[in-house]
């Protein structure tokens, strides 16, 4: 290798690994902002109550509500996503197969709606609640959440199974198999754990919006208990408490940023410890 190959080689590692451990500094910085401050305030209380009253004026309380409220609309959102992505993704690659224009410009729609901002789904979300005759309740949180994470559950298990041999399919039809057979018996099996990655990246991200539940879920300092009712969220409680002009409430806004990247990490790991548990290799 030439002197000035290796010094171009030499160069563009240097500014890789830069790029790279920056990301991770940032990261690893603003997660630890994020426990210091809020591990100050969080306690036992912020878990298991929900707010009494002068709560986010100092008083006595937690976020039980808006916890219990995440929940339940990131679990409803997520399952709501399952039932219209998964099939999705497996037409894209079984019926579309050999149409590759139509492949590719579903796949830059999908895209498109990825990339959209959360609280233009809100307001597409409000308007539609107002044109269905619903008030803000956890029904119209999950609704609009679903909406935001489809497109992030099609496309991540779509792109697990664009990569699955195409001699597979062929080798299925020739034995027989139907192409539902073919595709919910060796397909979704070849892809599970890019199933699983799909539903746990998905709900990471509806647990973690604010902006689309804004005007469709509500807020409450009650746990709901039907779906016609409002909920609250930890993104809107962080929202509202630092919006407050004590120190002590916006201490406790930290507190519930913490425990909402806690759970963000949580759902992370899991999602690589599940993907690499369940790959293909490891299905007995």
Not at 91 to 96: D, H, K, M, T, W
Not at 119 to 136: E, R, W
Not at 167 to 173: F, K, R, V
Request: charge should be positive.
């Amino acid at each position: 290798m030439s002197p000035g190959k290796k010094t171009e080689e030499l160069f563009f590692r240097i500014v890789s690994g830069l790029a790279a451990y920056s990301v991770i500094a940032i990261l690893a910085y603003i997660i630890l902002i994020i426990f210091m401050k809020g591990f100050r305030s969080l306690n036992l209380d912020m878990i298991t109550k929900v707010p009494k009253g002068g709560y986010y004026y100092g008083g006595e309380g937690g976020v039980l509500n808006a916890i219990a409220g995440s929940m339940y609309i990131a679990f409803g959102a997520t399952f709501m996503a399952i039932i219209v992505g998964v099939p999705a993704a497996m037409y894209i690659n079984v019926q579309l197969i050999r149409k590759k224009r139509a492949q590719i410009t579903i796949r830059y729609l999908l895209d498109a709606l990825w990339g959209i901002p959360s609280i233009v789904y809100g307001a597409f979300g409000f308007t539609l609640m107002l044109f269905m005759g619903m008030n803000a309740s956890l029904l119209a949180g999950m609704i609009t959440v679903g909406l935001l994470i489809t497109p992030i559950m099609v496309r991540t298990f779509d792109e697990v199974l664009s990569t699955i041999p195409k001699g597979l399919h062929e080798a299925s039809l020739a034995l027989g198999s139907t192409k539902t057979e073919m595709a919910f018996r060796i397909l979704f099996k070849q892809g599970f754990s890019g199933f699983i990655t799909a539903v746990l990246l998905s709900f990471g991200r509806g647990i973690g919006d604010a902006a689309s539940v804004l005007f469709t879920a509500g807020y409450t300092d009650l746990v709901p208990v039907n779906l016609d009712e409002p909920a609250a969220t930890l993104p809107l409680a962080i929202f509202f408490q630092l919006a407050s002009p004590i120190p002590e409430v916006r201490e406790r806004a930290f507190a519930a940023a913490a425990l909402l990247t806690i759970i963000i990490l949580i759902i992370s790991l899991g999602a690589r410890y599940l993907s690499k548990r369940y790959s293909v290799t490891n299905i007995k």
